[in-house]
T-cell receptor
């Protein structure tokens, strides 16, 4: 069981470039989340989804977009990368009876 | 989500028990108490959760005060691999309620 898989693990972007952070889960969970974590801080919610075709904004959505065409996949899109988006990004899915499973993260640097 | 208060850091000797406290004086009746931990350079990992009764699993024990305004995560024998940031989070059981992370408690384990 792979759990939650995030790709890539590391990426360096130039200001203004765009990219998609991939997230896939194989546990058939409906709820999925994207967080970012800045150095020394807790995680902040960017976007979430309660099922295929349904997404909503979290605490810090500006500069990001998401889509959820399948239960398994929940990609996060950065359109015009800015230095303020330098962070570690975590994707998670929820098992209501146990707890959330997190991916290993994508470390993004915008220069 | 109701707020939790945790010490910024704690230290423990290896192979000794560790008690990590959490205050949540504004907890509501539908809030479950969740604990996650984040090892260095990894995503958060679910540890344990409970509502009213004390809970045990292979990783830890959770002791919940009778008035539910505080709880304690207990690691029975700390190992070096338990060095991590531990987050205490309140969350309703059902529905879409993302985890809200504070700064947590940074646990150091001394050999």
């Amino acid at each position: 069981n792979a759990g939650v898989t995030q790709t890539p693990k590391f990426r360096i972007l130039k200001i203004g470039q765009s990219m998609t952070l991939q997230c896939a889960q194989d546990m058939n969970h409906n709820y999925m989340y994207w967080y970012r974590q800045d150095p020394g801080m807790g995680l902040k919610l960017i976007y979430y989804s309660v099922g295929a075709g349904i997404t909503d904004k979290g605490e810090v959505p500006n500069g990001y977009n998401v889509s959820r065409s399948t239960t398994e996949d929940f990609p996060l899109r950065l359109e015009l990368a800015a230095p303020s988006q330098t962070s570690v990004y975590f994707c998670a899915s929820r098992n209501p009876s146990r707890g959330d499973t997190f991916g290993s993260g994508t470390r993004l640097t915008v220069v | 989500d109701a707020k939790t208060t945790q010490p910024n850091s704690m230290e423990s000797n290896e192979e000794e028990p560790v008690h990590l406290p959490c205050n949540h004086s504004t907890i509501s009746g539908t809030d479950y108490i969740h604990w996650y931990r984040q090892l260095p350079s990894q995503g958060p990992e679910y540890v344990i959760h409970g509502l009213t009764s004390n809970v045990n699993n292979r990783m830890a024990s959770l002791a919940i005060a009778e008035d539910r305004k505080s709880s304690t995560l207990i690691l029975h024998r700390a190992t070096l691999r338990d060095a991590a940031v531990y987050y205490c989070i309140l969350r309703v059981y059902s529905g879409n309620t993302p985890l809200v992370f504070g700064k947590g408690t940074r646990l150091s384990v001394i050999a």
